[in-house]
């Protein structure tokens, strides 16, 4: 039987309790958040609407501008909320179900990056098979695989941690809610959920991270055998979209993720590139550095809107 004396609420403390300081975060984050949705629906609505956009790099693209948009908004909103709030509470169910989200969100980012670096490899090393090598059905298949398997993992932490009794304080000196914030203050012997954690975190993310490395130290290997300069910088140039995701994304996840979960500031900044700052960032990358991304945000203009000018 559950423990009667059991919370049932906890207190976010969130970025900063200064109220002046307050208001000029949400000011910034709202501004961040607003950014976020407008770019990755704009880099959805430009790959769906442009004929030319429909390759196996840019259904993945798609892909990622969903997730950025599903990742941002697991912690965003809690997060503008409780910076003009005075109580700065979450129930215990809500926290485990944003704690979930968070998981499956990123486990999938993880996962996706990964299958996005062995496209940009198959797309530089055969690109004459290209197109059938990577099909529609394998794409979609890789996407599929990716939420599964980010799923089943967030199932596999998530479901033990349902069963912990909280009784030994509320406050998380945090502004969303991680597993590693909620274990010490269970009652319960958390023990084997950490090591459940710990575990699940080193194969997925460490496993795709090593994926990606692998994919890349290919695709580095087949760029060094092109004779022209030209071709080289070619094939680099499709990649350098994906590997500053890919650096921003490990970069300030695995920081987040090692640091203790103390409410430092440098937790703070690292947990809110990752969580917030990053999913902003991934449209403006993709849109500046890519050629043909530019090219149809231009020609959706001119056939929507200058008609009307």
Known sequence: MRNDSAIREFILLGLSADPHIQAVLFVLLFLIYLLTLVGNFLMLLVIRADSHLHTPMYFFLKQLSFLDLCHSSVTAPKMLENLLSKSKTIFVESCLAQT???FATGGTE???LAVMAYDRYVA???????????????????????WGLAFADALI???PAVQLDFCEGRIIPHFS???SSLFPLSCSDTSTNFMMLLCSSVLHFFGTFIMIVSSYSRIVSTI???????GRSKAFSTCSSHLT????FYGSGFISYLLPASGSPLEMIFSLQYSVVTPMLNPLIYSLQNKEVKAAVGRMFRKYFYPLM
């Open 100 to 102: 979930f989200f968070v």
């Open 110 to 112: 993880a996962c996706l």
């Open 124 to 146: 530089i090393s055969s690109p004459l098979l290209y197109g059938q090598l990577m099909s529609h059905q394998l794409c979609a298949g890789l996407v599929w695989g990716s």
């Open 157 to 159: 932490n998530i479901l």
């Open 177 to 179: 809610c991680e597993l």
């Open 224 to 230: 060094l055998h092109i004779s022209s300069t030209s």
């Open 245 to 248: 995701t890919v650096i921003l």
